[in-house]
């Protein structure tokens, strides 16, 4: 079977999206100098229960899915490879990489895994096939309670790295430079890596 054009796009787009987020992902633990706030409460369960930092990413990933049944969200095909293959692709990249201590690798290392995290975000989101878990947890809470999408990414992410920090997650100068950054990054990234999609045909008037 062949997949038409716009559709095989769409979905390489969202494959190298969330394979990318997860490699990025472990640029950034490998640099040791800090990770995003979601990174540090999965550190901080890996420390307290010892599971693998891949497999603690899919299961608060559906974690976090389950919170969007209330919310009424709509879950995309993008929602469900996000929440699966994010953590095994992260898993990979700590198999793959080593651990970094000089100060001038560790922050080209972060560098490079947070551009590339910037990257990979506009390509699955950009591939039009519903969010991730999390940024959908984000978008239902606005959607639902009207509160504005600043508060509930302040309060979110703020509460993850409290709970996180709490359970001896690694927090650094890289969980600040993710929070300033990683907004403007997406920001350039999103229109680079959007698909234009097919404008919908209106019914001629009778």
């Known amino acids: 079977m062949i997949l038409p054009p716009l559709l095989a796009l769409r979905l390489s787009k969202l494959l190298a999206g969330v394979f990318l987020y997860g490699l990025a992902m472990s640029l950034m633990l490998r640099a040791g100098l800090g990770v995003a706030p979601w990174d540090v409460l999965t550190l901080g369960l890996v420390h307290q229960t010892g599971l693998s930092f891949g497999l603690l990413t899919i299961l608060i990933g559906l974690a976090v899915l389950l919170l969007w049944w209330p919310l009424r969200q709509p879950a995309g095909l993008g929602t469900v490879l996000n929440a699966l293959l994010v953590g095994p692709s992260a898993q990979f990249g700590l198999w793959l990489l080593p651990e970094f201590d000089i100060r001038w690798q560790q922050v080209l290392v972060f560098a490079g895994g947070l551009l ?14 519903g969010p991730g878990p999390r940024d959908g947890l984000m978008t239902g809470l606005h959607a639902r309670y009207g509160w504005p999408i600043w508060a509930v990414r302040t309060g979110i992410e703020g509460s993850v790295l409290l709970a996180g920090w709490w359970m001896g997650g690694t ?10 950054l990683i907004g403007p990054l997406v920001g350039r990234a999103l229109p680079w890596c959007d698909t234009p999609m097919p404008a919908v045909a209106q019914p001629s008037p009778a």
């Open 171 to 180: 927090v650094g100068l890289g969980t600040v430079a993710f929070a300033v």
């Open 116 to 129: 590339l995290l910037a990257l990979a975000t506009g390509l699955y989101i950009g591939a039009r096939f």
